[in-house]
Each structure stands twice: as structure tokens, then as C-alpha cells.
């Protein structure tokens, strides 16, 4: 695992963007996080690469509402990356019309086959990334490449991407900012692998993975004392 450590968010997103636009450049697919933390990361990738043509879009997890709804992952990379791009990739909604269960089984089969570049998750204060929460049944669904959770806050029910299918990506990246989520990178990258902290299960199976971390995030993952822990790279506002 690689550790990377941006000055302030702003520079962790301005990271994060690179990554996406890399994969814009050449083409392939890409899995998006939702939640407020990468909506910066994607308005810079649309400045770096405003061509993802090429680009096949999927989403980590969705939460069960309308796709206008505010608290739709959809609705956040329409407005925050795609409708600031010049040509537009090919989007995969899920299909949160059908109820989570058919959701997860629609979204499983158009996801067969797919070869993830990129993987971009976030981390909750609780350690939770995708919808993948503390102790859920999903954690380990062994088979399925996606699962249905139910009624997980914000009391919605969910269809999540699960860890066989985000570990399969060529890069999983984890984007984390703020002092309020520093105890859960501290246990999701220093700390064993735990159902308890679902992020810290989460880890490519035969490529990369990366954590960019603001140095407010990480602030509780230097002098551990961790022999095995991976030493941070930091990194300066390049743009």
C-alpha cells in the first residue's frame, strides 16, 4: 500500500483528479465514490481530461432514491464531473427503481465482465467505505460482486459494490480529508484487517492500492512504530 500526503484537501483532491484523468486518457473503467469528499476530485479531472469518451463510469454504491434526489451518488458525478466534461464517458447508473435487491442483480450482471482500472472509494468516520458498513452482511459475500444493504444510514437502503469485486480493480484508491476521519485512516491503513473498519478489507488483489490523505486525515498515522507500516510520500501542490 502507498501512502500519499497532500498539504490540505484542495492538494489530495488535485491528486486524486490525476489518477482519474490518467484513466481518461487512455480509456477503460473507472468505479466513483459518492459522498462529499471527492466532489472537488472530480471537478479537477474534468479540467485535466475533458475527454473521457472512452471512459465507462460505475458507481461504488447507490442509495436507493430518485436520480434527482441530493443524496444520490448519480446526481453528484453528473454535477460535480460529467456535465463539466467536453465529451462525455458512458455511464452505469444503478437501477434504483427496481428495490435493492433487483438493483444489486441488474447492476451485477452489466458489471460482469468489466475489468476495473480504478477504483476510488472514500472512508467514513466509522471506517466504512462504498456501503460496505461495520460488521454487514456484505462483507462477506464471497460470490456476489455486488449486494444489497437495507436501511443503513441515512436510512436508506443501498446497493453496494462488494470487496471481491472493488479488490479486483488494477488501483483502488482511497481519497480521505479532514481531521474528523484521521482515527479511521489511522485503523483502515495502520491497524489489521477488520470487519470492524471494512476499509481496512478493501485492497487490490494483483495491482495497486493507494491512500491520499490530506495532512489533517493523516494525522494519527505517523510514529506508530509499525515495522511493516508503509512510509507516507509527500506530496506538494504540482498543478
Known sequence: MELVIA??????????????ADVASRGGAVCLAGGTTPRRAYELAADLAPDWSSVDVWLGDERCVPPGDK????????ESLVAHLERRPS?????????????AAAYAASL??????????GIGRDGHTASLFPHAPSLGAAELA?????????????????IP???????????????????????????????????????????????????????????????DSPAPRDVADRS
Not at 452505469?92 to 438493483?103: E, S
Not at 455486488?146 to 462488494?162: H, N, Q, S
Not at 478493501?202 to 512504530?225: C, E, H, N, Q, W
Request: glycine share 6%; hydrophobic share 50%.
Open 165 to 227: 469485486a472493488l479488490s479486483s480493480a488494477h488501483v483502488v484508491a482511497f481519497l480521505v480529508s479532514g481531521s474528523e476521519k484521521a482515527d479511521a485512516a489511522r485503523r483502515a491503513f495502520r491497524g489489521p484487517p477488520s470487519p470492524a473498519t471494512p476499509a481496512s478489507l478493501v485492497r487490490s488483489a494483483a495491482g495497486r492500492t493507494v491512500a491520499i490523505l490530506d495532512r489533517a486525515a493523516a494525522s494519527k498515522l505517523r510514529d506508530d512504530g509499525a515495522a
Open 91 to 103: 455511464l452505469h447508473p444503478v437501477p434504483t427503481q427496481l428495490g435493492p435487491a433487483d438493483a
Open 146 to 162: 455486488v449486494a444489497a444493504e437495507a436501511g443503513l444510514e441515512p436510512f436508506v437502503d443501498r446497493v453496494t459494490l462488494t
Open 71 to 78: 443524496r444520490s451518488n448519480l446526481r453528484l458525478v453528473e
Open 112 to 121: 460482469r465482465g468489466t475489468t476495473l482500472d480504478l477504483a476510488l472509494l
Open 7 to 20: 498539504d490540505d484537501a484542495e492538494g489530495a483532491a488535485l491528486e486524486a483528479a490525476r489518477l482519474l
